[in-house]
């Protein structure tokens, strides 16, 4: 199906913010239509059982991420902020439920802040995670990590959140929007556009269901574990050791642990699975029953019944839910189950597509490592798109290091949560488990604790104690300093000196704040394979490490 039509029309910029690019998007022809922008109406059509009202509007950017959970958010921003035009597909309107609502310290503290979403979380007022509360494995006592042991999630980034997502995802979309990505929410992205081997664009549905294309340089799969579009990279395999499901839903009144360990996640094993109990605010906990595949019999008729049966086996957890009642309005409101979520696609990209979050892998909740992959391989597939779009590295260097560095987190995990789900351990076998997958100088406690914290990767100073802003701050207060100061020459003009002073302090100043987030010893960051690409010192895209 083409579209044709007169080139050469002026773009309609109140529908299309981008207006109309005549240069074809890198690496292949956009054609007549794609330049343009018009319109065409060809009528109704049936593709693969779905029904396309084909009214569409070709155009071009630099970037489509289909997606606006946070891989998508945070791809788009950060391939936003280095000045590419990125267009983000949603398919529902936001705030959307979605579940993941316990966050490790390295999102919050550092891509969350990366991408410069840290402040309106922190107004946000999410509950405070220190750690994590285990019952589990062979000691019948439950036990309780805290962040903070970790020399590298030492000061402010010794902690994380435990989010209402629908706030949460929120929050990153709108912080998209605001660093210059276009948000088009109730867009239904149905298949890719593939030209010569290479990905260039996406066929869409838009809210008023007509089907649209648009091309781009690069497509970033950001969908989630529902992905259509993962198929175009190669094959998902479901994990053969991880096959679990999970029950969950809502409740209010349910009490806390003892502080300071009140916003910790709570993980109770008992003989049919394992409960997580978030507290996600004073009033409401999020509880989950993470079973064995053969209890799916058991949770398909009455979910509510199931639920509170299974609460009763658990006595830790039917403890702290004493006094409380399950939400049954709402978005809460719902009993949900997820089955068949643990699987890992053989590829994370081909040329103009790249996969990230749980369109590419997901492994399993205990540790909440699903935000953080996300968000993790977001930042990695950003990096690459801008290093090939500045033309600084060929596109198979780029993404072979986003995926081999995907790939490396994602073992790290998965190898670690195989270990930890053998129940007949104690905790001081799985810290030494941890201590072995990441070769940590530290403890064993420590290595636990950097690994399940997300603090794993070797960007040295992401974590680093009291890296928020130091230098900027500093590099603020001189400027301030400077400003308040009487004029002293005749004639000297204050604007001018405040204009240029404040440009390259505020240059100056986010790049400390960058580099301190994303590599402040740059020199600690070395290749992880031979050949390979490191950070660049922005922590934006990627460079050769003689470079
Ligand atoms: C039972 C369970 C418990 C979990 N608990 C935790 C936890 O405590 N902590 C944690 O970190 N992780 C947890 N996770 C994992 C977490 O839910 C995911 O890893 C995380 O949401 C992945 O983010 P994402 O951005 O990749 O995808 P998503 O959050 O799924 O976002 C994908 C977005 O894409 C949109 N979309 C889908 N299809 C299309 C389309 N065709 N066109 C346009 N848009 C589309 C969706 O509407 C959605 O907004 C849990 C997972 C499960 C199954």
Not at 383 to 408: K, M
Request: aromatic share 8%; proline share 5%.
């Amino acid at each position: 199906m083409t579209t044709a039509g007169p080139c050469g029309r002026p773009p309609d910029r109140a529908a299309e913010p981008f207006g109309i690019d005549e240069t074809p998007a890198l690496g292949h022809g956009g054609g007549c239509a794609a330049r343009t922008g018009h319109l065409t109406m060809l009528g109704v059509l049936l593709v693969k059982g779905e029904i396309y009202v084909t009214t569409r509007t070709d155009r071009s950017v630099d970037v489509v991420v289909v997606g606006g959970g946070p891989a998508g958010s945070t791809a788009a921003t950060l391939v936003a902020m280095q000045g590419h035009r990125v267009l983000l597909l949603e398919k529902e309107r936001f705030p959307r439920y979605q579940i993941g609502e316990s966050l490790l310290p390295s999102t919050v503290h550092g891509i969350c802040r990366l991408i410069g979403a840290d402040e309106a979380l922190e107004r946000a007022a999410f509950t405070i995670k220190r750690g994590g509360t285990f019952r589990w494995g062979a000691n019948p006592q439950p036990w309780t990590f805290s962040f903070g042991i970790s020399p590298r999630f030492a000061g402010e980034a010794a902690t994380a959140y435990q989010v209402e997502r629908m706030k949460f995802d929120q929050i990153l979309l709108d912080n998209a929007r605001s660093r210059g990505v276009e948000v088009r929410e109730e867009c239904d992205v149905r298949d890719v556009v593939a030209e010569h081997g290479r990905v260039v664009g996406v066929r869409y549905a838009d809210a008023s269901g007509h089907e649209r294309e648009v091309r781009a340089a690069y497509v970033v799969d950001a969908s989630g574990h529902a992905s259509r579009l993962r198929a175009h990279a190669g094959t998902r395999h479901y994990s053969k050791f991880f096959r679990n499901l999970a029950l969950f839903g809502y409740f209010t009144g349910g009490k806390r642990l003892p502080p300071p360990n009140e916003g910790n996640i709570l993980a109770a094993a008992f003989d049919s699975g394992w409960f997580w109990y978030i507290p996600l605010g004073p009033e409401l906990t999020s509880v989950g029953a993470v079973l064995l595949p053969e209890a799916l019999d058991r949770i398909q008729g009455d979910r509510e019944r199931a639920l509170l049966d299974l609460i009763e086996e658990c006595p830790l957890i039917a403890e702290q839910l004493a006094d409380a009642e399950r939400v049954r309005t709402g978005p809460y409101g719902e009993i949900r189950i997820r089955k068949d979520y643990s699987y890992l696609q053989d590829r994370f990209w081909r040329p103009g597509l790249v996969l990230a979050g749980d369109a590419a892998c997901f492994i399993d909740p205990v540790f909440s490592s699903g935000v953080h992959l996300a968000t993790y391989s977001a930042m990695m597939a950003a990096r690459s798109i801008n290093t090939v779009l500045r033309g600084e590295a060929d596109e198979a260097a780029a993404f072979e290091e986003f995926e081999a560095r995907y790939r490396r987190e994602y073992s790290r995990f998965h190898d670690f949560l195989v270990a930890f789900y053998d129940m007949h351990q104690d905790e001081n076998s799985y810290f030494w488990s941890a201590k072995k997958l990441t070769s940590n100088t530290g403890t064993e406690l420590e290595s636990f604790v950097e690994l399940v914290g997300g603090g794993g990767w070797q960007e040295d100073a992401l974590l680093a104690p009291g890296v928020k802003g130091g230098g900027r701050d500093a590099a603020m207060r001189q400027l301030a300093d400077i400003v308040d100061q009487p004029v002293r020459a005749a004639g000297e003009d204050r604007n001018l000196l405040q204009a240029s002073l404040a440009r390259s302090v505020v240059r100056e100043g986010s790049r400390l704040q960058v580099q301190a987030v994303m590599g402040g010893n740059v020199d600690e960051v070395r290749p992880i394979r031979e050949g390979g690409l490191i950070p660049s010192a922005d922590g934006m895209h990627w460079v050769r490490p003689d470079s």
